[in-house]
């Protein structure tokens, strides 16, 4: 079973249920899809996208995806708490790329505003 206190971000939790997919037997997609029962409880894409950590997924898909591997659900908290901090690391780094992104320029004092404090307008005609 994987280490699930150790995972912390994406990519640990991708690497968990790869482990899990594998440890599962590596069913086929369309019969995880079918063992998930109600329709698009865990549809294909989802199972595709998963493993291969392409997407980061709402907790339900997984909870899915650990019934179809048969993981006893005494240890359901433990893959929630691992989702949980995933989900949180995940979020943040969305955002710091969405402050980084959209910070304002720098703005800087021409040379000659600095020395008489007044500001110069050049026209420029097209």
């Not at 699930?4 to 997919?21: I, K, S, T």
């Not at 995880?32 to 997407?55: D, F, I, N, Q």
């Not at 907790?59 to 908290?77: G, H, I, K, Y």
Request: aromatic letters at 10%; charged letters at 30%.
């Amino acid at each position: 079973m994987p280490r699930l206190d150790r995972v912390y971000d994406r990519d640990g939790l991708v690497h968990a249920l790869q482990e899990l997919y594998y440890k599962a037997g590596a069913m086929p997609i369309d019969e995880m899809e079918r063992r998930a029962g109600g329709h698009g409880e865990l549809p294909h894409s989802t199972v595709l996208r998963m493993p291969a950590g392409r997407s980061m997924f709402d907790l339900s898909q997984p909870m899915a995806f650990l019934r179809v591997c048969e993981v006893p659900q005494e240890e359901w908290e433990n893959w929630s708490r691992a989702w949980n901090r995933a989900w949180r690391r995940s979020e943040r780094e969305r955002q710091d790329a969405a402050l980084i992104r959209y910070r304002a320029p720098e703005t800087r004092l021409s040379p000659q505003y600095q020395q008489t404090g007044r500001v110069r307008f050049t026209v420029v005609s097209a």
